[in-house]
């Protein structure tokens, strides 16, 4: 991937520099799509209206959205707001139908992005239907920065002009208390190799309920966001789709309007050296882990000789149990502490089965 160009100016909406898009998961009627476009644009609190045209659900018989005839909804929204307006896309014919009203912006959906046969052929109807609009790629259902990477590589490859990326956080074991886990390093990552691509954050698919999205919001600008994707409904309470975790317009303005942009400045010198006493610690870091390594190594050739396994699984709990307390008590948070120390032993035992197998 090269350069990307921005999605669009974002300077009408509540957050100046910084894109929102807000609207319903689905559209579900005229009256419904119009009204939440014209609550919205009326305070000001987005520069692209969205709503869900077809949705892919978990299980048939679901609602799965209206489909085409709510394509003229969204096209007679943007005329009576002035907004451009977005939908989701899936296959070929979504591309074609969404192309034939005018759709200003499109997005592909964690799940198809996880698919790169799916994304191909929609990066190839894209190229051919619409290759000027802008299309933004979803992180895929699990958190594989590669294939997020290699969804937007099939897309710029085929043609298509326009990208960014959505952050919708990830379908893991344990993501409590959100619906997906944010794992906020992998966008990041993301951004540090691709520092042109426009990179939005979805808080209502990450939170799974409206009680986290202003904490999210928050967290994504903090981080220095390209924008948000807010889903917003009139009454949320009789929404077809993800319900819980759509606000009001009346909600969303609130929230929006309570949100920081930070742009303070601390003077260089205090931090760098801050910095400088972190680049003397990550030293540090570096030099014991090296000599932890070179230990286990020693361990790992007492283990060959004595014909012993490699891992002594009740010794090795014993020691996380006692490590990560005593961690926690210097204030230090307990699943980073047993993630880092997993990943620690994970490698010496490495280091001790090459080892012990030669």
Not at 46 to 68: L, M
Not at 148 to 166: E, F, N, P, T, Y
Not at 225 to 242: K, Q, R
């Amino acid at each position: 991937m090269h350069k990307y160009t921005h999605i669009l100016p974002a300077d009408a909406g509540l957050l100046t520099g910084r894109t929102i898009m807000a609207g319903p998961c689905s559209a579900e009627s005229r009256e419904q799509v119009l009204t939440t476009a014209e609550q919205i644009a009326r305070r000001g609190m987005a520069d692209i209206y969205r709503a869900g045209v077809w949705k892919p659900r978990t299980h048939p018989g679901c609602f799965e959205g209206i489909g085409v005839p709510a394509l003229e909804w969204l096209a007679e929204a943007r005329i009576v707001t002035g907004l451009p307006v977005a939908t989701e896309v899936a296959v070929p014919g979504h591309v074609a139908a969404a192309a034939e009203v005018g759709i200003d912006v499109l997005w592909i959906g964690a799940r198809t992005c996880a698919n790169p046969f799916a994304v191909q052929e929609l990066a190839d109807a894209i190229a051919s239907y619409c290759p000027q609009t802008p299309v933004l790629v979803k992180n895929p259902v699990s958190p594989d920065l590669e294939l997020w990477i290699g969804a937007l590589q099939r897309l710029q490859r085929a043609g298509v002009a326009h990208l960014g990326a959505i952050h919708r956080g990830f379908s893991v074991y344990k993501s409590a208390p959100y619906r997906n886990a944010p794992i906020w390093q992998l966008p990041l990552e993301l951004h540090r190799r691709f520092p042109s691509l426009p990179l939005l954050h979805d808080p209502s698919h990450t939170g799974g309920s409206r009680d986290h999205i202003a904490v999210l919001s928050q967290q994504a600008l903090d981080m220095g966001f390209t924008g948000l994707m807010i889903e917003c409904h009139t009454d949320p309470s009789s929404a077809l789709s993800d319900g819980g975790q759509q606000l009001t317009p009346d909600s969303l303005f609130n929230m929006l309007s309570a949100l920081k942009v930070r742009s303070g400045d601390v003077p260089d010198r205090i931090l760098q050296g801050l910095r400088g006493q972190i680049d003397d610690i990550d030293n540090q870091l570096l030099g014991l882990l090296a000599r932890r390594m070179e230990l286990s190594d020693s361990i790992g050739e007492c283990k060959r000789r004595a014909d012993m396994p490699v891992v002594q699984t009740e010794r090795y709990s014993r020691l996380l149990t006692s490590l990560v307390g005593r961690g926690v008590e210097l204030g230090l948070d307990e699943a980073f502490l047993a993630g880092l120390l997993e990943r620690i032993h994970a490698e010496s035992v490495r280091r001790q089965l090459e080892i012990v197998s030669h």
